[in-house]
């Protein structure tokens, strides 16, 4: 089976990474095509995965249908090659393979159709399956949702595909479980416009309650000063996130560790919310400091150790589980 994986954000070649050399291992051919979106070709290095590069995010929704016009005509152009039998990702483009040539489109989202309407209404018509966690909400194309028990995270973060590492950590010149991270993001995808999330106040108020607590601060706009390939082990062994970053949240929260997000997406995202529900993350909308004060004030007043942390990742892996079964299924089913 000749199988396509859209990339194109940071967050799918952690999705993805795993997926491809099992595909490969059942004699699966698989072509990778990617985004020049910060992070992603570094990560695909990284990782040795060989892609093929088709477009870069341009700015505003005309700049957007402009990209994801080529990106489309790219990932036609590539069918016409290699004839693929089945394309996965979390793509607006690969739903018209299945439209225009019959091949078997598969839609990989966890986020509830509300907050992605323009990615809902290009790709869902089309697609052939669109893979969601059972706790999202949706209205339409009921038949062709695979709903799951997992999330997203879980491909990479899972007991089977992640293992904690205390020295990465070392190498940094900080102690597990003895720092706080605090992550930015550019809001710049098309369904952020008009959000919002992490500012300077934030950050100030989280210093008047952990201020002896070193921080880690990580930057979409900004070059890191963690590794890209490190960073899953620094936030695997930190004590706080404070992010308006939703897949840094999940990932904070698969690995145990207490993530307070600051975001407008806050109650919109099921996923989250359910994460939140088990007591694993902590959210509030960026106007609402009395909120986010007391989260703070509650935490610090915790005794936030590796033990809880621990547990807490226990209780994730007992209830997600490994999401590549889920992913293979899916692809695998289709034929």
């Given amino acids: 089976m000749k199988v396509l994986i859209d990339i194109g954000h940071a967050a799918h070649v952690h999705l993805f990474r795993n997926l491809i050399p099992m595909l490969r291992a059942r004699g699966h051919k698989v072509v990778v095509v990617s985004r020049d979106k910060p992070y992603v070709l570094d990560l695909l290095s990284c990782y040795g995965i060989q892609n093929v590069c088709i477009s870069r995010p341009r700015n505003g929704f005309v700049g957007l249908f402009c990209e994801w016009v080529r990106r489309t005509a790219s990932v036609i152009k590539l069918h016409r090659v290699h004839g693929f039998d089945v394309a996965i990702g979390t793509s607006v ?4 393979l299945s439209l225009l040539f019959g091949v078997k489109s598969i839609n990989v989202q966890e986020d509830d159709d509300a907050v992605i ?7 869902y018509p089309w697609s052939s399956i669109i893979v969601n966690p059972k706790c999202l909400k949706y209205r339409f194309f009921r038949s062709r949702r695979y709903l799951h028990d997992s999330l997203h995270e879980m491909a990479y973060l899972s007991a089977e595909t992640f293992k904690r590492d205390p020295s990465v950590v070392k190498k940094y010149g900080f102690e597990p479980y003895e720092y706080v991270i605090i ?21 100030r108020r989280l210093q008047h309650y952990f201020p002896s607590t070193p921080q880690i601060t990580s930057d979409e706009l900004k070059e890191s000063e963690v590794a890209i390939e490190d960073m899953h082990q620094i936030l695997a062994h930190a004590q706080l996130v404070l992010t308006d970053s939703q897949t840094m949240t999940a990932e904070a929260g698969c690995l145990g560790v207490p993530a307070v997000r600051v975001s407008s997406f806050f109650q919109k995202l099921s996923y ?6 088990l007591g ?7 106007s609402d400091f009395e909120k986010f004060e007391s989260i703070l004030e509650s935490l610090s007043q915790q005794s936030i150790q590796a033990s809880r942390i621990l ?25």
Wanted: charged share 20%; with cysteine; hydrophobic share 35%.
């Fill in 93 to 96: 483009s690969i739903p018209y």
């Fill in 117 to 123: 309407p323009l990615h809902a209404i290009l790709a």
């Fill in 183 to 203: 992550r930015k993001v550019a809001l710049t995808a098309h369904h952020d416009f008009g959000e919002s999330g992490l500012s300077i106040e934030h950050i």
């Fill in 272 to 277: 989250l919310s359910e994460l939140e529900s």
């Fill in 280 to 286: 694993l993350t902590y959210g509030c909308h960026p």
């Fill in 311 to 335: 547990e807490n990742r226990n209780l994730v892996i007992q209830k997600y589980g490994d999401f590549n079964s889920v992913l293979l299924k899916a692809i695998e089913n289709t034929t």
